[in-house]
């Protein structure tokens, strides 16, 4: 019985630096390029599923590396506000994190090399494009937090978000579908990364004062607080605006606008933002845009596939 427990502990240990919440975010971009996919005629539940499945390792080496990075960093500490760290805490030891990081890396690259190879046969040129692209990936999900200058306490995260969970998740697991790209596509593929760079500056508001405090110096420190709420509101409209254009360019139908229930949440967290000051509460508005951008993207992504 005791082994049962203890199992039990050290799952929830290693399910909590893993950091699930953070998942569905990592499938926004791959959902949306699906959707745009299937919108013209091409879909296939094979590279969505090894997509996805790709996607969510990345995700969880990002959020791996992000845990053993802020301990080594000292850039989480007692005052730090949001969900518990497993390396600080003493949960998982360095080495510990370090072959799970190593452990995850060799399952991405394996689902993304069965993916690659499933959608391009004998294509060695894309292939080796896409290694290139998820080699990349790997690199920015690690030195985020870990190494000599992380640019994420550099204010170099909000651009990276932007690229890898909006233009190259979206365009990339699109020409997975089609090998092809239009122009048009780069609107749907900014409004996810702006999204998701939302969701990344709650988070840097909510920690500015730590975060300036360790010497983190994200973007919301750059700004101070006063502008990071106004850029905030910036990105959210700028995604809005983007989709409708797009949306505008394709034919019309009513399936195409079954997305805009998923703007009333994003509107409300990003006034608690502005009106609140408590960690706790500001943690709920983090959440909620997490879900609401995802929710966006899932949306807009069905109204594509039935358009």
């Known amino acids: ?37 299937a919108s013209r005629g ?6 969505m599923a090894l997509s996805l499945l790709t996607a969510i390792l990345l995700q969880i080496l990002s959020n791996l590396a992000n845990d ?18 497993a390396v600080v805490s003493g949960l998982i030891s360095k080495q510990q994190m370090c072959v799970a990081m190593a452990l995850t890396a060799l399952a991405a690259v394996a689902s993304g090399l069965l993916l690659l190879g499933y959608a391009f046969g004998g294509q060695w040129l894309q292939i080796l494009a896409f290694v290139a692209l998820g080699g990349a990936a790997i690199v920015a999900a690690v030195t985020y937090t870990v190494g000599q200058t992380p640019y994420g306490y550099r204010g170099f995260g909000d651009i990276s978000v932007f690229l890898f969970f909006g233009l190259l998740g979206v365009l990339g697991s699109y020409y997975l579908f089609t090998h092809a790209l239009a122009w048009d596509l780069l609107l749907p593929a900014t409004a996810c990364g702006l999204l998701a760079t939302a969701v990344l500056n709650i988070n840097n508001v ?32 700028t995604a809005l605006l983007v989709t409708i254009i797009f949306i505008l360019l394709q034919p019309a139908s009513v399936w195409l606008w079954i997305f805009l229930p998923a703007i009333k949440p994003l509107t409300d967290a990003a006034r608690t933002l502005r009106e609140n000051y408590d960690g706790e509460v500001l ?19 069905i109204g594509l596939a039935l358009s």
């Not at 005791?2 to 919440?21: D, E, Q």
């Not at 091409?42 to 590279?47: E, N, S, V």
């Not at 053993?68 to 760290?85: C, E, L």
């Open 42 to 47: 091409a879909f296939d539940g094979t590279i």
């Open 206 to 237: 909510r920690d500015i004062e730590t975060d300036a405090a360790s010497g983190k110096i994200t973007l919301a420190v750059r700004f101070g607080r006063r502008r990071a709420i106004a850029y905030h509101w910036v990105l959210l409209g």
């Open 68 to 85: 053993y990075g802020d301990a080594v960093s000292g850039a989480d500490n007692g005052a730090r506000i949001g969900p518990q760290r």
């Open 1 to 37: 019985m005791f082994g049962h427990h203890n199992m039990k502990n050290i799952l929830a240990i290693w399910l909590l630096a893993a950091r699930l919440r953070t998942l569905p975010l990592a499938c926004s971009s791959i959902l949306l390029g699906t959707g745009l996919a």
């Open 283 to 301: 943690t709920g508005a983090l959440k909620k845009t997490s879900i609401s951008a995802f929710l966006f993207s899932l949306l807009l992504s």
